[in-house]
Every structure is written in C-alpha cells, then in structure tokens.
C-alpha cells in the first residue's frame, strides 16, 4: 500500500489497543502503543531509501528482504525496544505485541497489491502478488479517515476500528471475488491460458490484464463487466546470443527480469551499438507501458548504457541512458 495508508493503519491498531485492558489501565502504555503502531506500519518501507543508489538496487530489494519473515520479527523488536528505551515504565510484552501486529499488517496488506512482496523469505523467493488492491484504495483509505473523524468527535476508538476492519475484511472479499469473476471470463475467453496478471486500478470497476497463453502475450481490461483486449504480441523466446547473454549481466536488465512475471522484449540494431530492451506489459496506460529496461551495447559486447524504471516518453529514455 502507498505511505499513507499504511500510516492510518497504523493509527487504526493504536485504536484498536484500547481494547486491551492493560491499555485501557495505563495512559502512557497507550502512548508508547500509538507511536509503536505507527512507527510499525511504515517501517518495512525504509528501503526507500535504496532509490538514492540507484533504480535497479531499488527495484532488486524494494518489498524484499525488509518484508521478509526475519525482517518482521526485527522491525516489530527493534521499534519496540527503542520506545521502552525512553519509557522504561511501560508492560514491554503488550507494546512489543501491538508494534509487531502493525508490521504483519504492513506485509500482510501488501500481498494483495500487483507489486507484491517477498514475504515468505527465507523460505521462498517467489513475489507475492494476489493482485486485486490498488496500492492505493479510496475505499480503504476512506474507511481510515472515516474512523479517525469519528474518534476525534468522540466516538469509542475499540468499537470504531472492529467496525470499520470487521467492514474491510468483506471490502477484501468482495475485492477476491470480483478478480475471481475476472479470471473465469479470461479463461472462458483463452482455453489456452497460462498466467492471468490482474492489476485493479483505482475506480473500483476498472482492471488491467496481462494474459500468458500458448503463444502470446495479450494486455486487456476488464471494464465494468466486460473484457477487452488492447494489445496483443507473439511469445517469442529469448535468443540466446552473445547480445542477450552480455545484456542479461547488465544490474539494470537482471533487476527487472528478476521482478517483472510477464514481459517482452526487442532487439535493434544501430550503425555501432545494439539495443536490448524488456517492457513490462502489467502496467500500460493511456497506450505505453512505461516499466522498462533498457542496455545499449557496443559491437565489442561493451555496455555502453542502461536504465531500468519508469519512464513515459522515449526523449526521456534516451535522456536518461545519456547519464546513467
């Protein structure tokens, strides 16, 4: 999820910890909670941070380690341990019990996004992507505001957060069963399917598809019921050339082949270096696909260039390979 849900989430558990008595028994125990929730709720993003290496470090770690199973038990210790540090006086048990719930939901809520996490590290380095939350939803956030507006105007914070998670628990539900309908319309559609990406967009009746069948990639949408295919490309395999081989050890291209599940790729020619690009076909809009990487190489197997990120028109792109 985007920043500032997972902020309000962390808001909504320190609610929810009026529930627990030895909170309702002590003021500063409440306190200490609160800033644990949402120091909790946020602190599987810190790799943030990695964007000012570079997009391909970002891209590599992002959702990665820090969202892995012994990163969720450190953030929920650390976090925990540095409060206590300042308020000695507090039950250690019940704020460690309260921050690390915040992170789990952190990790937890960010599966059903597209982007996904690697959250069963180190047991799998498979991304998790259920695919069927926006990384930001106006629902969900909406909920958040909703039930912190009612707190301030007086409203118990322990029965206001049951209500609103008890609603976003069927919110979640609904969310499974509208990609279920999704997936039955595009295997009814595509007998030959292989792999269905769902990305929901923010209008909650709006999707995007990329669809693996035998023998091509097809981007579709899937927009109020009914589905529509907008884009579609043969499945090639990849060469396995000397180019391919040298592009494929480029930081940038082994970042994003070791994030992006469904892809294509072009090869062109220059007069002295050659162009080795991969374009991520989950994420088209307004008719480009602005997730990409790209290697410029020489005639003697030499990257001259690369880039790997966003980016939504070809000037920049090119400006971009100019300096990185």
């Known amino acids: 999820m985007d920043t500032g849900t997972h902020i309000v989430m962390g808001v909504a558990l320190g609610g929810l910890a009026t ?3 030895a909170v309702q028994a002590d003021p500063t125990l409440f306190n200490a909670i609160m800033v644990g929730t949402i120091a909790g709720s946020h602190a599987p993003d810190f790799d943030t941070v990695l964007k000012l290496r570079s997009n391909a470090v970002y891209l590599r770690h992002h959702r990665g380690i820090t969202h892995s199973v012994p990163a969720v038990i450190f953030w929920g210790i650390a976090i925990s341990s540095l409060i206590y540090a300042f308020v000695p006086s507090v039950d250690f048990m019940h704020l460690w019990l309260w921050t690390f719930l915040a992170v789990v939901l952190h990790v937890f809520v960010d599966i059903f996004n597209a982007y996904g996490t690697q959250a069963f590290r180190p047991f799998s380095d498979r991304w998790v992507a259920y695919g069927f939350i926006n990384t930001f939803d106006p629902t969900i956030f909406g909920f958040h505001v909703i039930g912190i507006l009612a707190w301030v105007f007086g409203a118990h914070p322990g029965f206001t957060w049951l209500i609103i998670y008890s609603i976003l628990i069927l919110y979640y539900i609904k969310r499974y069963m509208d990609k279920r309908e999704i997936i039955q319309a595009v ?5 030959d399917v292989h792999e269905i990406q769902t990305s929901p967009t923010m209008k909650q009746n709006k999707w995007r598809l990329a669809i693996t069948t035998d023998n091509y990639y097809y981007v579709g949408r899937y927009d109020y019921g009914k589905l529509e295919i907008v884009d579609e490309y043969s499945r090639k395999p990849l060469p396995q050339n000397p180019l391919v081989k040298k592009a494929k050890k480029d930081k940038n291209i082994s970042a994003f082949l070791s994030f992006s599940p469904v892809y294509r790729w072009e090869i062109n020619y220059y007069d002295d270096y050659s162009e080795v690009r991969f374009i991520d076909l989950r994420y088209r809009t307004k ?20 880039y790997t990120g966003w980016i939504f028109s070809e000037q920049k792109l090119q400006n971009k390979l100019l300096t990185e």
């Open 187 to 191: 295997k009814k559609r595509f007998p």
């Open 19 to 21: 529930l627990d008595p």
């Open 287 to 306: 008719g480009h696909y602005p997730f990409v990487a790209v290697v410029k190489i020489d005639d003697d197997l030499q990257i001259i260039s690369s």
